[in-house]
Structure formats: C-alpha cells, structure tokens
C-alpha cells in the first residue's frame, strides 16, 4: 500500500513544481509555457501596444479585466513578488500577483509572458516606490532620489503563463 501512494504521489509530482510558497505550478504546458497561479490559456490575448493605449486612456481608479503579453523588464530580486513589463512608447505596467498566491522565478527578465486579471491604474506612493527601487537592488542614491509619487499603469494577474 506505501509503494502505491508513493508512486501516485510521484505521478502527481512529476508533472508539477512547489514555488516558495507552496502554490503549484505546471512545469511542462503543451504549448511551450510554464504556468504560475491560476491555469490559464494562452488564447485571446491583447498585445502590450494595444494595452498601452488602454492604460493611457484610463484615470487613477479605473480598471479592466484583461489577458495581455508582453515582455518582461524586471522581477522583484528579493522574492519574485512582483514584475515589471514592457508596454509600446516607453511605458511599463507594474505586475502583483492576487493574495500573494504565487512568486515569479528571478531570472526572467527579457523572457515573453501572458498575464491574466485586472489592469488598472494608480498613484504609488513615495514609500512605495522606494521600497520597489529597494527590491530592484537600486543604490541607495537612487533611492533617495525618488520624492513625488507617480500615477502608474499596474496590473493584478491571478494566472501567468512565462514562455519557455
């Protein structure tokens, strides 16, 4: 009866990795993705130009359901808790992930992503950005040098498919 358990324990974990903390995500997706959260497809997408135009449009408070790609510019170095993403014209979304629930890997900046939830857009205080530059292993003079907050284009993502 242990081997059984064993082996369909192993069966189930074979195809799945544990991130630190403890939310599963599939290793090997059919479509060439590694998925984080909430299991997504990577199907009706937006692209990170037309998103843009959405996000210029939009007024502090508001917010839309929505599934874009785009590529990744950094990852929180501390822990992965957040990433930020690269929209056309110079802009960039900053990336949470719902309740905490899931952790990006470090090494992914530069790599294509779908992320899935609630883009929205927000003024992010000057504590909050400080400490975002901390995470970002910005120097300390950089850091200081951050003082007015800053109207910003964020996005909660409850699933994330990173391409392989």
Same mark, same amino acid.
């Given at each position: 009866?242990?081997? /059984? /358990?064993?082996?369909?324990?192993?069966?189930?974990?074979?195809?799945?990795? /544990? +991130?630190?903390?403890?939310?599963?995500?599939?290793l090997d +997706?059919?479509?060439?993705?590694?998925?984080?959260?909430?299991? /997504?497809?990577? +199907?009706?997408?937006?692209?990170?130009?037309?998103?843009?135009?959405?996000?210029?449009?939009?007024?502090?408070?508001d917010s839309?359901?929505?599934?874009?790609?785009?590529?990744?510019?950094?990852?929180?170095?501390?822990?992965?808790?957040?990433?930020?993403?690269?929209?056309?014209?110079?802009?960039?979304?900053?990336?949470?992930?719902?309740?905490?629930?899931?952790?990006?890997?470090?090494?992914?900046?530069?790599?294509?992503?779908?992320?899935?939830?609630?883009a929205y857009?927000?003024?992010?205080?000057?504590?909050?950005?400080?400490?975002?530059?901390?995470?970002?292993?910005?120097?300390?003079?950089?850091?200081?040098?951050?003082?007015?907050?800053?109207?910003?284009?964020?996005?909660?993502?409850?699933?994330?498919?990173?391409?392989?």
């Amino acid at each position: 009866m242990k081997k /059984i /358990i064993v082996i369909a324990l192993c069966a189930y974990f074979s195809g799945f990795g /544990i +991130d630190n903390l403890g939310a599963q995500t599939k290793l090997d +997706d059919a479509n060439g993705y590694k998925s984080f959260g909430k299991e /997504i497809a990577p +199907d009706n997408v937006t692209t990170a130009s037309f998103m843009a135009s959405h996000y210029e449009s939009m007024k502090v408070g508001d917010s839309i359901n929505s599934k874009m790609t785009a590529k990744v510019l950094s990852v929180c170095q501390s822990k992965g808790c957040w990433m930020t993403l690269n929209l056309d014209g110079g802009n960039e979304v900053m990336v949470k992930f719902k309740d905490y629930g899931f952790f990006m890997p470090k090494d992914i900046a530069g790599k294509e992503v779908i992320v899935n939830g609630k883009a929205y857009v927000n003024e992010v205080s000057v504590d909050e950005l400080r400490h975002y530059a901390e995470d970002a292993g910005k120097s300390a003079e950089e850091i200081a040098a951050i003082n007015a907050p800053k109207k910003t284009f964020s996005f909660e993502a409850d699933g994330v498919l990173l391409k392989q």
